[in-house]
């Protein structure tokens, strides 16, 4: 269970129970944890459960868990019809003649259904704010075989139930390649480009125009806004990486634009370069878009608008991984191409790419011969289609592919008549439906591993057709493949939902835009996770007129053009928060686990996008709850309580009538005075005081202060300022409630930061209020900026003094005979298999640890000597080879130094692959949040 930012794997929980409890029950425990904050329940005590499983027979057993399971899909099936039938208030709906596939797509959110002409990139993918974002999130690892060296892919199935929040009427809708609220890790780059019509052209003008100088970073799915300053690119939320933009590629762009980015430790992520020895990958997805202001692209290739566009990158998707070892990993992708009538031309005369999706990654691979892998994933796609025959989309069958926009599909030279598309529209005809991991067996591929992904639609009811049915997932279902003998399948995961309204509706003739929000989950091992969400929390009545800067109700105002209208008017949309969580097992011998959520004070930050027009901006930016009581165990039972406040970054937020100005007041408790603090923008989302309570008495109190340097700041057209920062933690001071004397024990952490945004000094108080236990730890860093190698800690040194004593004044020992005031003091030379002492000059180009040492004296502050503790080599690859120790006596002797060799079949990576029901290992890698 992971809150906020942090994530626990439920496997430590399963690691937790007996051996003959997992052989014959397959328990899901889940953890819950805030920062911290949650403390899970205590596990079933392992003797109990071992003396319960082991009284039944083998036969016995079985039959309960059938009888278990039976029960558990009767009560999964009751909670889904429950909680889909729901009264629906009476209200206006819109006829089918007036169906979101049957309008043109530049008109598609006049009904409120959504709006195709956007990227698929959301701006509520900013909105996990923490913990205090009160969404539900839900993950599911899947397991790939282990190379000898290099990258290995990191794939995992999420679901966050803040990114369905998110959806209005002004957002491309069209669920994801899995289903609505899930997805599949992913890594680019997107730029987005503003509406012609937006940009001073005529209302009909649909055509892309140049903003200005944009993009935003998705990796791993983690996402950040690319800030540029001068020519210099940072991430918004810096972590040292280095940003780098090339040209020259040949890759459809018109100038080859492609991205680099560095991570501190060297390995290199390329994006849209397109080419890999010597093959496409497919990575690059391309629009027209036109400069038509003096200094931007296309602007001085024609002497009129016409003329003067481009073809520019609207996405670049990860292709090459590569690390210091030339070990690499490259990705291969499908571009759905699609046409649009280029500035109200009378034929569709311009492709562009609509959309794609990533079919193959191999990796285990070298830089120098990418042409070939000895590891692979292939992913698999089937259309979005519900009939048996899905071979052709046509006017006739289209009601097959409820969530693909039909009208939008045109073709090469297609007339008026057809087409009715004046700009390009953002959509995909296919979903994910499998996931095979594969070795590489002398010259076959062997699959490993192998993940089905079964989905289904499911009708809002919004306008009595099939039109705004949903793409949801049903099941994954997880097989080991096995050579010859049979393979090894699983229980499927499975789900259940909920269908919620995002908008706050009213008896009109806008659609209230019903989506489903994941309900019910059952683990491959029978556990049951069930989800409860809030109610609405919004009437239209109370909320249509209300101001929108003063908002602090669980939903949000947006503009849009209701009903195709000329102005934008403002509607509200709800924010569903998660109230509890609770997993139970229904075998019986694993403890129910209920989590519960209560939240005060929601805030809503200005919108300042420069896409939007300014009259148009609205306080939509989501920044979470201030406050977030957590409750672990089922009411009428012992429960613990711990208490999180949270910044929002609401200090200078735009008003009406200026700006606001905002402290966080801290939450003082009996014999504590916690101070306040600025709640400036750049902290949002971060935890500033949580408080544990044994019944009502707080026991704990944990309070951070945060610490921020600027790296870059962009000036944006239209609006503020885009600022890139290091965030870190500056003090952490714990307070612990000592109950034999009634008074708090305190202890503070500092850390001082370079400007790499990472810790040179980090001092501990020791118990405050008293002298003599304070330490300091001071940090240096092997660096080589040309290579982007930041990271690398090379010297550790700790003394028995506070970080505010010079090292100078440090006792410091002049030999071995004593200790002083040192606690440690370690050291690490990179890649100079000679080193024989410590250098504070490294330039390291692998990274390769080869010696590590510790001091043995001191001359004033610096060290005279250091003592050999190991020497370690390697191979080609970066794999330790051999280690020795201070005598040069041999240790390990890891791996020769050989070149690449091809995976035999019995060196497949065994714990990819699920084991029979003793083992039930697959079950620990679902992972579930309250963000």
């Known amino acids: 269970m992971r809150i906020g930012r942090r994530r626990t794997s439920a496997r430590g929980l399963i690691a937790a129970l007996s051996t003959a409890l997992l052989l014959e029950v397959g328990v899901v425990q889940v953890a819950f944890a805030a920062d911290g904050l949650g403390k899970p329940d205590a596990p079933t005590p392992q003797a109990a459960a071992v003396k319960e499983v082991t009284g039944l027979g083998a036969d016995k057993a079985r039959e309960q868990r059938a009888e278990e399971r039976k029960r558990n899909k009767t009560q999964v099936e009751r909670a889904e019809r429950e909680q889909n039938a729901a009264p629906v208030p009476t209200k206006l709906r819109r006829p089918r003649s007036s169906s979101i596939a049957e309008l043109s797509v530049s008109e598609s959110e006049t009904n409120g259904g959504g709006d195709y002409s956007a990227t698929p990139l959301s701006s509520s993918a900013s909105w996990k704010a923490g913990g205090s974002a009160g969404s539900f999130a839900w993950n599911y690892d899947l397991t790939v075989p282990q190379p000898p060296a290099g990258p290995t892919p990191s794939l995992s199935v999420n679901y966050d139930s803040g990114a369905i929040d998110g959806r209005t009427s002004t957002t491309n809708n069209q669920g994801s390649a899995l289903g609505e609220g899930f997805s599949i890790t992913e890594s680019y780059i997107e730029r987005t480009y503003g509406s012609c019509e937006e940009d001073g052209h005529a209302d009909d003008q649909k055509d892309l125009c140049w903003k200005y100088d944009n993009a935003r970073l998705v990796l791993n799915g983690k996402a950040s806004r690319l800030v540029k300053d001068g020519d210099t690119w940072r991430l918004s939320n810096d972590d040292a990486s280095r940003v780098e933009r090339h040209t020259g590629a040949s890759n459809g762009d018109d100038d080859g634009e492609y991205w680099t980015v560095t991570a501190t430790d060297g390995t290199v992520y390329t994006f849209g370069k397109d080419n890999v020895g010597g093959s496409e990958t497919g990575s690059v997805w391309t629009v027209p878009v036109y400069g038509d202001d003096s200094g931007e692209p296309g602007y001085d ?26 070990n690499a990993a490259t990705y291969w992708y499908a571009r759905e191409t699609n046409h649009y009538r280029k500035n109200g031309a009378s034929t569709a005369n311009a492709a562009y790419t609509r959309g794609g999706y990533l079919k193959e990654i191999r990796y285990g691979q070298r830089t120098g011969a990418l042409d070939s892998s000895f590891y692979r994933i292939q992913l698999a796609h089937k259309e979005r289609c519900t009939a048996d025959d899905c071979s052709e989309l046509s006017e006739d069958t289209k009601d097959h592919w409820p969530d693909v926009p039909f009208e939008a599909l045109c073709t090469d030279g297609e007339s008026e008549a057809d087409c009715t598309g004046l700009g390009p529209s953002y959509f995909s005809r296919k979903r994910l439906t499998g996931i095979t ?23 809002p009811g919004d306008i009595g057709g099939t039109d705004d049915q949903v793409l949801v997932l049903k099941k994954i279902q997880h097989t080991g493949k096995n050579g010859a003998k049979d393979d090894i399948t699983l229980d499927p995961v499975t789900f259940t939902y909920r269908m919620l309204e995002n908008r706050v509706d009213a008896t009109d003739d806008i659609l209230p835009l019903t989506r489903p929000r994941l309900s019910t989950v ?16 919004c009437v239209r009545s109370e ?33 569903y928060r998660v109230l509890a969580v609770v997993t139970t097992d229904p075998t019986g011998y694993g403890q129910t686990m209920e989590t519960s959520y209560s939240y005060e004070d929601a805030a809503w930050h200005y919108s300042d996008s420069p896409f939007t027009p300014v009259d148009e901006r609205s306080w939509s930016d989501w920044r979470g709850y201030r406050k977030v009581t957590t409750y672990s165990g089922a009411v009428g039972t012992t429960r613990s309580k711990s208490v999180a406040i949270y910044l929002q970054g609401m200090d200078g937020d735009k008003t009406e009538n200026g700006t606001r100005d905002v402290t966080l007041a801290g939450v003082d408790v009996a014999g ?69 004397n009634q008074t708090w024990r305190s202890r503070s952490a500092t850390t001082t930061y370079d400007d790499y945004g990472m810790a040179t000094q980090a001092g501990d108080s020791g118990e405050i209020g008293k002298s003599g236990d304070e330490t300091c730890t001071r940090t240096w860093y092997a660096r080589n900026p040309d290579a982007g190698i930041a990271g690398l800690v090379s010297r550790e040194l700790t003394v028995a003094r506070g970080c505010g004593t010079d090292l100078a004044d440090v006792d410091l ?14 050291a690490t030379v990179y890649d100079d298999a000679d080193a024989a002492t410590w250098t504070p000059d490294q330039a390291p180009t692998l990274g390769e640890a080869t010696w590590t040492g510790r001091a043995t004296g001191y001359t004033t502050d610096a060290p005279s000597g250091w003592q050999t503790v190991t020497t370690t080599g390697y191979d080609a690859l970066g794999r330790a080879t051999s280690t020795s120790d201070a005598q040069g006596q041999h240790l390990h002797h890891l791996l020769p130094p050989r070149g690449r060799r091809t995976p035999r079949a019995e060196d497949r990576h065994q714990s990819a692959r699920p084991q029979p029901r003793r083992l039930l290992r697959t079950a620990a890698r679902t992972r579930h949040a309250l963000l």
Do not use: M
Request: a negative charge.
């Open 522 to 537: 059952t683990t491959e091992t029978g556990g049951l996770i069930t989800v409860t969400y809030s109610p609405q929390e």
């Open 813 to 826: 020992p002049a030999d071995t005979t004593r200790r002083g005031e040192v606690l440690s003091d370690s």
């Open 543 to 575: 909320v249509i007129d209300a101001p929108e800067d003063t908002n602090t109700r669980s939903c949000y105002p947006q503009y849009w053009h209701i009903n195709g209208a000329s102005e934008a008017s403002v509607d509200w949309f709800h924010k």
């Open 301 to 326: 290739q024609g002497s009129s608008f016409s003329g003067r566009s481009l073809r520019q990158a609207w996405r670049w998707n990860l292709d090459i991984v590569q690390d210091p070892h030339d």
């Open 437 to 459: 991991t594969q070795v590489k067996d002398g010259d076959v591929f062997k699959d490993v591993d192998s993940w089905a992904f079964t989905q289904d639609y499911l009708d």
């Open 672 to 740: 504590l005075d916690v101070p306040d603090i600025a709640d400036s923008n750049e902290y949002s989302g971060r935890l500033r005081q949580e408080t544990t309570y044994n019944g009502d008495i707080p026991v704990a109190v944990k309070v951070t202060r945060p610490w921020s340097k600027e790296t870059a700041r962009q000036d944006v057209p239209g609006a503020g300022d885009h600022v890139a920062r290091y965030v870190r933690d500056a003090k952490t001071t714990t307070h612990t409630y000592l109950t034999t």
